[in-house]
């Protein structure tokens, strides 16, 4: 990954989801505004459900309950039943079809026994 993306990773880490913060002046250039601007969740349109590890040192359980309750079409969040289960688990793990997309696929069905 770049630096720019471990320091947006960073500031999006420190409680602040918002658009890229690239410092008072070119804040200043780029958004008309001193800081950057905060993403507008309420354009998220698509129905969205996420899928969280307890033991995920990226992304927390609680972060991600965040999350959901701000997005507008949230269909809430999946904790993976492994309490060791962490980020990069979601990549590599040899359970991650059992674990990760037999749910993800179950949840997919869902769509399409409703006509979506």
Known sequence: ???KTYKHY???MSGKFSKYDYGTKANLKKYGTTYPPK????????PTKLYVAQSDEFSSVLKN???VSDLPNSLG???????DWNHMD???????????????LTDLSQFEEEGF
């Open 1 to 3: 990954t770049s630096i």
């Open 10 to 12: 960073m500031q999006h």
């Open 39 to 46: 993403y507008n969740l309420e354009n998220v349109r698509v």
């Open 65 to 67: 309950a965040d999350l």
């Open 77 to 83: 969040y999946h904790i993976v039943d492994r309490k």
């Open 90 to 104: 979601f990549a590599f793990s040899s359970e991650l079809n059992e674990r990760v997309h037999n749910h993800i």
